[in-house]
């Protein structure tokens, strides 16, 4: 899936090329290794970039650490928030059902296509594991209002309460269902003979997951008072 950002931006140079140097060399380094296992000598080697230059922009190793988690916040976030309308008003019933289908599909399509992905679910996954200066900005930037607007669209499709347990435990059902697919991506490919996760394969999994959430929706709206 192609990013949201214009295509013809210039490439960044000088001190704005090292950043982004060392957000790269960050995502990969401390989702591989994790945050203690990780210095800043390796940091700035893999960026190619002068040791002091973690100090200079970022105050740090866990300022680093943050600037990770924001640049995932923010591709996260232009990914999502066009689909599901993050930030406009909630929409009639037919049009949240539309929303959601139309964020999974725009999930699998960055989660499969999109090789930044790999890195930004590995840098995600040690967070979870190990909490630490990089989780309250994840989980306030993307997880909680991302899950409650899943959550608002899921409601408004069905009539269910958007805040009850089994809509949140729903709504966490669904994204773990194409989350699942980039974590276990070796074993999938493996395991259905895939060579790769092509845009023919992506295009197979968005068809999957919107029969399984087509599906539930409408057993919630049979079921519904």
């Known amino acids: 899936m192609s990013s949201d950002a214009p295509t ?3 490439a960044p140079t000088g001190a704005d090329a090292t950043r982004q140097a060392l957000i790269a060399a960050g995502l990969r380094l401390f989702g591989q290794r994790g945050f ?3 210095s800043t000598r390796e940091l700035a080697a893999a960026a190619k970039a002068n040791i002091g230059s973690i100090a200079y922009h970022f105050g740090g190793k866990g300022g680093l650490r943050e600037a990770c988690a924001r640049h995932i916040v923010a ?3 232009a990914v999502a928030a066009p689909a599901i309308g993050l930030d406009g008003a909630l929409p009639e019933p037919h049009e949240a059902e539309a929303r959601l289908l139309g964020g999974v599909s725009r999930m699998v399509q960055f989660l499969v296509s999109t090789p930044q992905a790999g890195e930004i679910v590995q840098f995600v996954l040690r967070e979870l594991s190990a909490p630490g200066g990089g989780l309250d900005i994840l989980y306030d930037g993307v997880f909680e209002p991302v899950h ?5 669209l899921w409601g408004r499709a069905t009539g269910d309460d958007p805040e009850s347990e089994e809509t949140r435990l729903a709504v966490f059902s669904m994204i773990g269902q194409v989350v699942y697919f980039r974590i276990g991506r070796e074993a999938v490919l493996r395991r259905m003979g895939w060579a790769s996760y092509g845009p023919a394969e992506a295009e197979r999994l968005t068809a999957l997951f919107q029969t399984n959430i087509k599906a539930a929706l409408d057993a919630r709206k049979r079921t519904a008072p």
Do not use: G, K, M
């Not at 409650?148 to 608002?152: A, E, N, V």
């Open 36 to 38: 203690e296992a990780t």
């Open 148 to 152: 409650r607007r899943l959550c608002q």
């Open 8 to 10: 013809d931006r210039p």
């Open 75 to 77: 591709t996260i976030r």
